[in-house]
C-alpha cells in the first residue's frame, strides 16, 4: 500500500520567505509528527498530532514554525520568514493509532535550502 | 536535555567484524525502538522490545532490552556493506510529564561497513 508522501522532495528559498510543507500520512493512521534533521544529526521532534487532542507544539522552536491538521488526513507545516538555521530535512511519520504509536512510519521528507 | 543518549555516535569498520552500539537513558521506557535510515529516505523501524530482559534476533542483529527498560543494544554480527546507515533508538518514555504516543529519539550512530 501507499507509504508517507511529501511534498515537495526539495525546496530552495530566499532567507525571510515563507514556505509551506506538506505531508499526507498513511490512510488510516490517527497519530502523525514532524522532525526536523540537520545534516549528520539525529532527529528533533517539533510537532504531535493525535486524532482530535490538541497537539503537542512542544518542539517547534520559534513562533515562525506553525503546523496544521484537518482531522486524520493531510497535514501542513508552514516555516514563516525563513533563516538560514532552518535549512535540514523535515520528516513526517505516522502510526496506526494511540495503542501502536510505536510503530512510526517516516515520509522521504522534504529538503529545504534557505539561501 | 536529551532523554536517551547513543554511543558511540560514529563507527567505521571493516566487512565481516562484529560491533555493539548503545543506547542508554536514565528514565524508563514503556518501549523502545531502533530504526535505521540510508541517506536520502526516512527512517525504516527495525524492532520493537517492551518486555525488560527482551532479545529480538531479525537475522545478523541481535536487539537487547535491559531488565529496567532503561537502555538498549544493538549487536551486529558479521557486519556487510550493506548495513552501512544511520541507526537511531527511540523510547516511549513513563516519565511524568511525557506525552502518550510521542517517541523520544536518540541521536544515533552513524555506521560504514568498509568492504
Known amino acids: 500500500g501507499a507509504g508517507v508522501s511529501q511534498s515537495p522532495s526539495n525546496k530552495v528559498t530566499e532567507k525571510g520567505k515563507d514556505v509551506e510543507l506538506r505531508c499526507d500520512p498513511i490512510s488510516g493512521h490517527t497519530a502523525l509528527y514532524w522532525y526536523r534533521q540537520r545534516l549528520g544529526q539525529g532527529l528533533e521532534f517539533l510537532i504531535y498530532?493525535?486524532?482530535?487532542?490538541?497537539?503537542?507544539k512542544s518542539g517547534l522552536p520559534s513562533d515562525r514554525f506553525s503546523a496544521e491538521r484537518t482531522g486524520e488526513s493531510v497535514s501542513t507545516l508552514t516555516i514563516q520568514r525563513t533563516q538560514q538555521e532552518d535549512s535540514a530535512v523535515y520528516l513526517c511519520?505516522?502510526?496506526?493509532?494511540?495503542?501502536?504509536?510505536?510503530?512510526?512510519?517516516f515520509g522521504p521528507g522534504t529538503r529545504l535550502t534557505v539561501t | 536535555t536529551q532523554l536517551l543518549e547513543q554511543s558511540p555516535q560514529f563507527l567505521s569498520i571493516q566487512e565481516g567484524e562484529n560491533l555493539t552500539v548503545y543506547c542508554n537513558s536514565s528514565?524508563?521506557?514503556?518501549?523502545l525502538q531502533w530504526y535505521r535510515q540510508e541517506p536520502g529516505e526516512g527512517p525504516v523501524l527495525l524492532v520493537t522490545?517492551?518486555?525488560?530482559?527482551e532479545v529480538k534476533k531479525l537475522k545478523r542483529l541481535t536487539f537487547q532490552f535491559g531488565d529496567a527498560r532503561k537502555d538498549s543494544s544493538l549487536h551486529i554480527t558479521a557486519a556487510q556493506p550493506g548495513d552501512t546507515g544511520l541507526y537511531l533508538c527511540a523510547g516511549a518514555s513513563t516519565r511524568r510529564g511525557s506525552t502518550l504516543g510521542r517517541l523520544y529519539f536518540g541521536r544515533g550512530t552513524q555506521l560504514t561497513v568498509w568492504p
Open positions: 498530532f493525535q486524532g482530535n487532542s490538541a497537539p503537542d
Open positions: 522490545v517492551v518486555t525488560g530482559g
Open positions: 511519520a505516522s502510526s496506526p493509532d494511540r495503542v501502536k504509536v510505536y510503530e512510526q512510519y
Open positions: 528514565s524508563v521506557f514503556s518501549s
